[in-house]
């Protein structure tokens, strides 16, 4: 499963890095991974949380505490089969929306290569 690192979270859900580590310092079930040089990576699981604490504090507009409270109560007391089937579509989603930001790079990229200047006159149909 992929992991994403603080800046390709901070783009994928439009939230400062600075916010993202104040939100792990703040909420204690965000615990992202850490690799031997201490870098954060984030699971698609906790990139669902986090985009699920994203809606409720800033989109609804209820503030970190607030938001909080009701994710834990989410995570703890609803229907149990109801949370992993939207759990499944929400990481679905997340992959969905990681592999076309791959794939929207991956042409950046490749129109970048075609219009460097390199010209190839395999491309050119007259040679």
Known sequence: MPYLSIGQLERLLSVPASTLRFWEKTVPFLTPVRTKSGRR????????????????????????RRAQRLLEFELLYEDQDYRADIKALRDGLFLLMLESEQWQQTCRNFEKELCNGAEDKTLDGFH
Not at 46 to 52: D, G, S
């Open 41 to 64: 990576t984030y699971s698609v699981s906790e990139v669902a949380l986090i985009a699920r604490l994203k809606h409720l504090a800033l989109d609804r507009g209820f503030g970190l």
